[in-house]
């Protein structure tokens, strides 16, 4: 009888276990809120200053860096969409600019998880506008945690080597969340690619596979930091150098990159992407001179032309810090035990 009482109290407290694992799961809810990237967009506050848009919507040449910019994604894409498009003016590209806030708790207090790029694509012959691509441009302040203040105090001493304990897998499992929630589903047919720039500590070899739309192909036999922390978001790599790129980029994605997504939404990924990097990292994706066939990209690298738009390459380093110490005092602190709980049970 008492051995019979006491596996039914360990039902229960099994199941008392389960019914709070999965109310924490439940609590842990999205909401979204976004606004157009044009010439007259504004930061919200919320909005990471070392983001892309908001880096260049900054000064007095706000305006013209903003136009500046649309211009220059709009050209890229009706030179790649060159089909029926005999004055390269077929189309334009509008940018959506996505935040998603995350509620730990239910209480309606949320905290600005992540923002991404939704593209949409206009047609200006058909009058049509077309779904794009979600994701493209990745921004998360828990992200700058990771990096800017949990992985440099740990590396603060050169002896130690090894990665903070479970680095990344907090973010990871955020962003996985949200990719499987009610909320991504009911606004976003797709998975999300995200585009990033190629790693500047690896090389990359050119492979024979071609896409019409993505390029060739580059492999590298060991992967970054950045693709390590992407791993754990649940995506994969894959680098292509697009058709008169002069360097390949780094797509991350779920599923089939070259199947799941038609060419005009890669376009407007590539289109989008490739102008931010051209005016962020000149040195490897607006250099004089096409990457080889054996490719190790350098922020050293000399032989390169400037865009019109300038920014503060180590302003932005120093924001991410303060950025990260942001997210850790107003999120992970306050949160701490909840989270690592939460993040330990966590199962897609």
Same mark, same amino acid.
């Given at each position: 009888?008492k051995?019979n009482?006491?596996?039914?109290?360990?039902?229960?407290?099994?199941k008392?276990?389960?019914?709070?694992?999965?109310?924490?799961?439940n609590?842990?809810?999205?909401?979204?809120?976004?606004?157009y990237?044009?010439e007259?967009y504004?930061?919200?506050?919320?909005?990471?200053?070392?983001?892309?848009?908001?880096?260049?919507a900054?000064?007095?040449?706000?305006?013209?860096?903003l136009?500046?910019?649309?211009n220059?994604?709009?050209?890229?894409?009706?030179?790649?969409?060159?089909w !029926?498009?005999?004055?390269?003016d077929?189309y334009?590209?509008?940018?959506?600019?996505v935040?998603v806030y995350?509620? +730990?708790?239910?209480?309606?207090?949320?905290?600005? &998880?992540?923002?991404?790029?939704?593209?949409?694509?206009?047609d200006?012959?058909?009058g049509k506008?077309?779904?794009? +691509?979600?994701?493209?441009?990745?921004?998360s302040? $828990?992200?700058?945690?990771?990096?800017?203040?949990?992985? &440099?105090?740990?590396?603060?001493?050169e002896?130690?080597s090894?990665?903070?304990?479970?680095?990344?897998?907090?973010?990871?499992?955020i962003?996985? =969340?949200f990719?499987? %929630? !009610?909320? /991504?589903k009911?606004h976003?047919?797709k998975?999300?690619? +995200?585009?990033? %720039?190629? %790693?500047?500590?690896?090389? #990359?070899?050119r492979?024979?596979? =071609?896409?019409?739309?993505?390029?060739f192909e580059?492999?590298?036999?060991?992967?970054?930091?950045?693709d390590?922390?992407f791993?754990?978001?649940? $995506?994969? @790599?894959? /680098?292509?150098?697009?058709?008169?790129? $002069? @360097?390949?980029?780094?797509? #991350?994605?779920f599923g089939?990159?070259?199947? !799941? #997504?038609?060419?005009?939404?890669?376009?407007?990924?590539?289109?989008?992407?490739?102008?931010f990097?051209?005016?962020?990292?000149?040195?490897? #994706?607006?250099?004089?001179s096409? @990457?080889?066939?054996?490719?190790?990209p350098?922020?050293?690298?000399? !032989?390169? %032309?400037?865009t019109?738009?300038i920014?503060?390459?180590e302003e932005?380093?120093?924001?991410?810090?303060?950025?990260?110490?942001? @997210?850790e005092k =107003?999120?992970?602190?306050?949160?701490?035990?909840?989270?690592?709980?939460w &993040?330990?049970?966590?199962?897609i």
């Open positions: 009888m051995a009482l006491q596996e039914d109290l360990r039902i229960k407290d099994k008392n276990i389960e019914n709070t694992h999965n109310t924490m799961r609590e842990f809810t999205f909401t979204l809120e976004s606004i990237f044009n007259n504004i930061p919200s506050n919320s909005t990471r200053a070392t983001t892309n848009f908001a880096n260049l900054r000064g007095a040449s706000r305006q013209e860096n136009r500046n910019t649309i220059m994604i709009n050209n890229r894409f009706n030179t790649l969409a060159n !029926d498009n005999p004055n390269n077929r334009s590209v509008e940018l959506e600019i935040s995350i509620d +730990i708790d239910g209480s309606g207090k949320s905290f600005p &998880s992540i923002e991404i790029l939704k593209t949409h694509i206009i200006h012959k058909t506008r077309i779904e794009g +691509i979600v994701g493209n441009n990745f921004s302040y $828990v992200r700058d945690y990771d990096f800017s203040v949990l992985l &440099s105090e740990h590396t603060k001493d002896n130690n090894s990665m903070p304990a479970n680095f990344g897998e907090l973010h990871g499992n962003f996985k =969340h990719v499987n %929630s !009610d909320t /991504y009911k976003f047919t998975p999300p690619v +995200i585009c990033l %720039s190629v %790693s500047n500590n690896k090389t #990359y070899h492979t024979g596979n =071609h896409h019409p739309v993505l390029g580059y492999q590298t036999s060991d992967s970054s930091l950045t390590q922390y791993k754990k978001m649940g $995506v994969q @790599a894959r /680098y292509f150098m697009p058709p008169n790129s $002069v @360097a390949p980029l780094t797509f #991350y994605f089939e990159l070259l199947t !799941d #997504y038609t060419n005009l939404e890669l376009i407007s990924t590539i289109s989008t992407m490739e102008t990097q051209k005016i962020y990292r000149p040195e490897i #994706y607006n250099a004089n096409a @990457a080889a066939s054996c490719f190790k350098s922020l050293n690298n000399q !032989d390169h %032309s400037l019109k738009i920014y503060n390459r932005r380093s120093q924001l991410a810090i303060e950025q990260g110490k942001f @997210a =107003h999120f992970i602190l306050p949160n701490k035990s909840v989270l690592e709980q &993040s330990a049970n966590f199962a």
